[in-house]
């Protein structure tokens, strides 16, 4: 399938996720565009975390279906949405915080190397080389060697932030999900993974990006998508919109103006 602008990579039509009596999607119907950057904005208990859960595999939905690239899929597991090509990069990063950047990557898909045609042992050498290709080549971070090989818990917020990025786009995913990415760092580092999904942009690599920093947001995303309460109440191109006219949308829930096709 062709991966041009403007065609649909991933689509969720009428979401409906409920917790016990609790609605938390109402129906919601989601898109984002290949090589596309969508800003998914909304107050607490909005129903963002449930959408990307559901987009990633973690919660069935009670209603609705899920197509990506074209093909309708069934996500069981977070396993089953890695494996066609979705990645998530959560607030809290899941890193193994005394290991060091290189095992981090590679947890879970460590690269051994057979000794004397008997023993396998971990090949260190060829994770540590893979992990600085990935983050100087695709990420375009420079990290000095032995921050590589530190534990990870010794690394700045953004650092940390890069190496779990690394982790989820070594498997080359088509979408990948940043939930909060810019939380608990500095604005230096901030201004850094910014320019970093946009550069994972123009490698064809389409983001959901969650943060409650709009300004942060329309810096960088070519879409805006707003819930609340479990509805979507706003989808509408960057450039159509305001920062205030989405802070009206996420308190009031008025769906006013906005291009929900």
């Not at 959408?51 to 309708?72: A, M, N, Q």
């Not at 695709?138 to 690394?155: C, K, M, T, Y």
């Not at 608990?184 to 999904?197: G, P, Q, T, W, Y």
């Amino acid at each position: 399938m062709s991966t041009e602008r403007g065609q649909m990579l991933l689509e969720a039509r009428n979401i409906v996720k409920k917790f016990g009596g609790v609605v938390a999607l109402r129906g919601v119907n989601f898109k984002v565009h290949y090589q596309e950057i969508v800003g998914l904005v909304g107050d607490n208990g909005a129903g963002k975390s449930t959408l990307i859960k559901v987009i990633s595999g973690v919660y069935p939905p009670e209603e609705g279906e899920i197509y990506f690239e074209g093909r309708r899929v069934f996500f069981s597991t977070p396993r089953e949405a890695r494996d066609a090509g979705i990645e998530t990069v959560y607030q809290d990063l899941a890193l193994a915080p005394n290991m060091d950047a290189s095992m981090n990557v590679f947890i879970g898909r460590e690269v051994v190397r057979r000794d004397w045609k008997v023993f396998r042992t971990l090949d260190k050498k060829k994770m540590f080389e893979e992990t600085k290709r990935v983050l100087r080549d695709i990420l375009g971070v420079h990290v000095e060697d032995n921050a590589i090989r530190s534990p990870v818990l010794s690394l700045s917020g953004g650092q940390r932030q890069c190496v779990a990025i690394a982790r989820a786009i070594y498997s080359a995913p088509k979408l990948l999900i940043m939930d909060e990415p810019t939380a608990a760092i500095s604005v230096k580092e901030r201004r850094k993974v910014l320019d970093l999904m946009l550069n994972l942009k123009q490698r064809g690599i389409s983001i959901i990006f969650i943060s409650h920093t709009l300004e942060e947001i329309f810096s960088v995303a070519d879409r805006i998508v707003v819930l609340n309460r479990g509805n979507l109440v706003r989808d509408v191109p960057k450039e159509q919109t305001s920062i205030e006219d989405v802070v009206t949308a996420m308190v009031s829930g008025s769906s006013q103006n906005s291009d929900l096709r």
